[in-house]
């Protein structure tokens, strides 16, 4: 499966889109047909972008029912929970997630940190995620630039990996 990452502006009019290359296309021609007659053109139809590669996931997040966990040790704390974020993203279609579901991970993971909130805290700062509710209700979720973010520490704990053996 591979992803493809486009940006696109015509006049007044912006598009941007990232995820499974069929998607991503899918989205463009719609995208198209919104606007107006006089800039259809056909540059547009014509555009072209290279795949990303695509990258493991399996070989460095591990699910275990709500509990998604690192398999490989990131570079620090802040760079673990985004990851997380973005495996409960990926694997549970969690957008919505809690401080214990965070904390959980973490401790799977073998890190240990008596508060998250100060992380997380750090990252609404950057505008990575983003936080909603009060106390115990409490959810955070990763938000566009996070989510990129999460994807180039992906691409980096990927890349340490040792090759995988043919089949």
């Given at each position: ?89 990926h694997f549970r279609n969690n957008d919505n997630v809690t ?69």
């Amino acid at each position: 499966m591979s992803e493809l990452r486009i940006k696109v502006r015509i006049a007044d009019y912006e598009f941007e889109a990232a995820g499974v290359c069929e998607v991503v296309q899918a989205e463009l021609a719609g995208f198209k047909k919104l606007l107006p007659n006089h800039l259809q053109t056909p540059a547009i139809t014509e555009v072209h972008l290279p795949a990303l590669p695509t990258i493991q996931i399996d070989r460095i997040l591990l699910v275990d029912r709500r509990v998604v966990s690192l398999k490989v040790q990131s570079e620090s704390v802040e760079n673990a929970v985004l990851v997380l974020l973005f495996g409960q993203k990926h694997f549970r279609n969690n957008d919505n997630v809690t401080g214990a579901e965070i904390m959980d991970g973490l401790r799977a993971s073998g890190y240990r940190t008596k508060r998250i909130d100060y992380v997380l805290s750090r990252h609404f700062a950057d505008g990575a995620v983003t936080r909603k509710g009060h106390g115990r209700a409490r959810r955070y979720r990763l938000m566009n630039p996070g989510l990129e973010k999460a994807q180039g520490i992906l691409r980096k704990m990927a890349a340490k990996l040792p090759l995988e053996k043919p089949k």
